[in-house]
């Protein structure tokens, strides 16, 4: 597939000068070590979009690379996903038959995939539990891509048990970690600048998929790109757009998905419809999973990228329109806040009419949207693409297997 054709050299292009040949002498000194990813989804999520490049991409550096997949039931899975809520702070039952069908899961994935490297990362919370059938050789490191700085007390005090078993703890945010006795280490999630979703695109290219969305291109556009999840805001960024369009004729794009297998998420675009109303230049988009170049070509045809969340991860949607050399205007939560430099790539903001007001100041400033376009891009390139995360984890490889 792509994969082996992508190589690491094709990089060379995108990335920060020098960061290629840095990388190969990185990988010099872990060469021939394994490093084992663990995680629950081959397929779906940022999770697993980033290790479907990056695992490749560490064997062709000579590291022995792997990449496992647990197994569950469904009980599992809704117990896994109740963690997933709890840790970040929404109330969850738990029964004694949950936590230990939880634990016999990961004993039985233990079973089947004898876990065992020279580092071994576990990924959230679904299969942090195996840690229990380590072998005695080989670091284990819990990489932790949820908010964990709220959680619910009983789910947290049953996992960060097993969580102490482990030589260190991976965040995404410094925000999002817990005090625990063992090193953290913080390293940022990624985009990879050679996927569909980010790849170069032609002018026909664009225009061919907004034709066939049914967007014209004769007035600006005002683009969020967000699972229909009221953390997102997307009904503040219709109101937000109301408040612009008094002074500025734009139209707003709201692209999402996920709505289909989700309840909440048919519900959240029911009352996004609603919200829009009658609205010729609203525009709400139900896209399938894999709409990855409508989305990048959406991002690409964007004059401002807005990601109004009132609650975030990491979203990377920020990352993603800033590598386009957008300006984005971002709810002042999670991860944003180190992807919007304030004033410099675009603007953090607080509340709709916040969002309104500095989506206007930019409508005027066009000079200001294309400086802080490339100021945007160039943050990307040095905090946010694939080949920085590779470099931090072939660095916790190197410092953790010295
Ligand atoms: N995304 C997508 N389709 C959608 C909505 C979002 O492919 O309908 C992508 C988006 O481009 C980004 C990711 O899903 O790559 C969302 O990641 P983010 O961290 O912004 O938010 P999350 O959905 O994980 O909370």
């Known amino acids: ?110 079973e089947r995939l004898r876990p065992a490297g020279d580092l071994v990362l576990i990924h959230d919370p679904q299969p942090a539990a195996m840690i229990e059938a380590r072998p005695p050789e080989g670091k284990w490191v819990w990489r932790c891509h949820i908010d964990l700085s ?68 004769d007035k600006p556009i005002l683009l969020q790109v967000s699972r229909f999840d009221r953390f997102k805001d997307p009904i503040g960024v219709i109101n937000a757009y109301r408040l612009v369009k008094r002074y500025h004729d734009v139209r707003l794009v709201l692209a999402g998905g996920g709505a289909a297998d989700d309840p909440e998420g048919a519900q959240v675009l029911a009352e996004v419809r609603e919200a829009a109303g009658r609205d010729p230049d609203v525009y709400v988009l139900d ?55 304030y004033g410099v790539t675009g603007y953090t903001v607080n509340s709709v009419e916040g969002c309104a007001y500095r989506i206007r100041h930019l409508l005027s400033n066009p000079a200001l949207m294309r400086k802080m376009g490339e100021a945007g891009r160039e943050h990307v390139r040095r905090n946010f693409l694939v080949t920085r995360h590779l470099r931090d984890y072939l660095s916790l490889l190197v410092h953790l297997t010295a």
């Open 150 to 217: 709220t959680p619910q007390r009983r789910a947290w005090a049953f996992l960060r048990r097993h969580v102490l078993r482990y030589n260190a703890a991976v965040f995404s945010l410094p925000a999002f970690a817990q005090q625990l006795p063992l090193p953290q280490f913080l390293v940022y999630p990624s985009i990879d600048p050679l996927a569909e979703k980010n790849r170069r695109m032609t002018k026909g290219e664009i225009a061919k998929i907004l034709a066939n969305l049914q967007i014209p291109d």
């Open 287 to 341: 896209l399938p999973s894999n709409a990855h170049l409508q989305i990048n070509a959406l991002q690409r045809s964007a004059t401002i990228v807005i990601q109004k969340s009132t609650r975030e991860g990491f979203g990377l949607t920020v990352a993603e329109a800033m590598w386009k050399g957008k300006p984005v205007i971002g709810g002042a939560t999670g991860g944003i806040t180190v992807q919007i430099l």
């Open 1 to 110: 597939m792509g994969n082996s054709v992508l190589g690491i050299d094709a990089y060379r292009e995108v990335a920060p000068k020098g960061t290629i040949d840095f990388l190969l002498r990185l990988a010099e000194r872990a060469r021939g070590r394994r490093f084992l990813h663990v995680n629950s989804t081959r397929y779906g999520g940022g999770v697993a979009e980033i290790l479907t490049r990056l695992v490749p991409i560490m064997g062709e550096l000579g590291i022995k690379a792997d990449w496992e997949v647990i197994e569950g039931d469904p009980e599992f899975f809704a117990t896994t996903k109740a963690f997933h809520n709890a840790l970040q702070g929404t109330e969850q039952v738990f029964t004694e038959a949950m936590l230990e069908h939880y634990l016999e899961v990961n004993r039985a994935n233990a």
